[in-house]
């Protein structure tokens, strides 16, 4: 399916309730375009599009354009340097911000915050710079703690006030696998320890945040390997996991983009050099399965590396607003998608039926007993302030009975969870003396096929003893047909000779008797 384009002649403000549900549109832009490039940063904020940096034919770019996704029109924002910034090592600073790409935009607040990427200017360290959208004042914002190593090709996540940084790409070409917190309210870098297996270091990879409680890690590359493969950070634990997915087969991909609307995470784009992936995924978080939206033709637009994607609510509908990207070709293009509407479920947590049913009933207490000890307390807000004095008791028998059912509820799917494992074990042990029995006819079969093989080599020396044999009878013959010939030869000469003798003894007797 490929991408229809808006009518020229439509009514431009109504253009959101004309699409189409889950079929990307190419919109049509009244007046100039920005220049076309990839690997720049994308946020919406106010029914509008905004797009940071980017490359070029190997340029950095330093622009911020918007797109008016009302009256489908680009303007480009003219940024103001920031009045308190200190400029005492580059007094004649001119431009405002510098080229960058590979970089990430987050909007919080009335502000637009570019995190990390590469640029002509170096840094060993992280730098934030902010873009303010009401006075469109630009700087760079002062952080303090353990402060990241400079970086692009990572990924940015907003979990409640703290983005979290993952992977990417340093300076020197390393690839990093590292996780950093930024807590936006105290501007503080922390360091993450996470345990268990993380992924492997890359870049140019996807992240979402699902419950405000997992990270999700999708995809990228390192210098030589492309990746498929799903990772998941619990907030919580601190802890790594692998899980397993179901549904489509993802091919492995880097550059790719996405966004998270609720429990749906979307993959746009990407490819692996060579080829540009021209699927739209669709990750159910709650579920933990593939699906494909709509594919697209070879070598369209969004079948890019380095393009971006957006979540915008035009009119209570929910759409995803995709631009730039290279596959051959630099695109400047706007291209939207109208999502169906969903029914919204509780977020489930991701594991097998049992873990997942366990850590369901463990995470309620987790969260109570353990709360001032997590490493996001800003995540959910347990509002304990005044319930020792303001709560009824009778709230809280009926809370303590609704978890009580709550906790017969997670039982009764733990007994299921394990009934299940106990069929599963009983088919494994099945299973198990099939493969003992269909071994040992496989060892009888070998011991006959040895056997075989000894006789077949026995077989072969008799045969060739036999070829000799042959050779030499038929040598003998030639011997035997020679003294044939050489017998006849002398058996011939003796008649000859016998002839003579006879015909000269008569000559002899006649001579004798006419005496």
Known sequence: MGAEEIKKDMDIISWPSDLAYEQWVALPVSGARPSARY?????????KLYITG????????????????????????????????????DSGLQEVLPGISDHSMIKWEN?????????????????????????????????????????????????????????????????LNDVHVLDLQTMTWSVVEATQTPPAPRFDHSAAVHSERYLLIFGGCSHSVFFNDLHVLDLYTMEWSQPQVQGDLVSPRAG????SIDEMW???????????????????????????????????????????????????????????????????????????????????????????????????????????????????????????????????????NAINEEKVVLESSIDEARAENSRLREKIDELKSNHTELSKELQSVQSQLISERSRCFKLEAQIAELQKMLESLESIENEVQILRR???????????????????????RWIAGGT
């Open 266 to 400: 979307y993959i746009v784009g990407g490819g692996d050099n060579n080829n540009g992936c021209p699927e739209t995924l669709a990750l159910n978080m709650s579920k933990l399965v593939w699906s494909t939206l709509t594919t697209l033709k070879e070598r369209h637009p969004l079948a890019s590396e380095g393009l971006s994607i957006c979540s915008a609510i035009i009119d209570g509908g929910k759409y995803l607003v995709a631009f730039g990207g290279y596959n051959g070709k630099y695109n400047n293009e706007v291209f939207v998608m109208k999502l169906k509407p969903r029914d919204l479920s509780h977020p489930k947590i991701f594991q097998s039926p049992a873990a997942a049913a366990a850590a369901a009933s463990v995470t309620a207490a987790y969260a109570l007993a353990k709360s001032e000890k997590l490493d996001f307390p800003q995540i959910i807000d347990l509002n304990f302030n005044g319930v020792e004095n303001n709560v009824p008791k009778k709230d809280i028998n009926l809370e303590i």
């Open 54 to 89: 980017g490359s070029r034919n190997g340029r950095y770019l330093s622009d911020i354009q918007a797109f008016d996704l009302r009256s489908l029109t680009w303007s480009s924002l003219k940024l103001e340097i920031d009045p308190d910034a200190d400029t005492s090592e």
């Open 111 to 175: 502000k637009l915050l570019l995190l990390g990427g590469h640029s002509k200017k170096s840094s060993d360290a992280m730098i934030v710079h902010f873009i303010n959208l009401e006075t469109h004042v630009c700087g760079v914002m002062e952080t303090s703690g353990k402060i990241p190593v400079a970086r692009g090709g990572h990924s940015v996540t907003l979990v409640g006030s703290k983005l979290i940084v993952f992977g990417g790409e340093d300076r020197s070409r390393k690839l």
């Open 256 to 259: 790719h983009a996405g966004i």
């Open 39 to 47: 690997k720049h940063a994308a946020a919406v904020a106010d029914e």
């Open 486 to 508: 050489q017998k006849s030869a002398l058996e011939q000469e003796m008649e000859v000779s016998s002839t003579q003798q006879q015909g000269s003894g008569g000559v002899w």
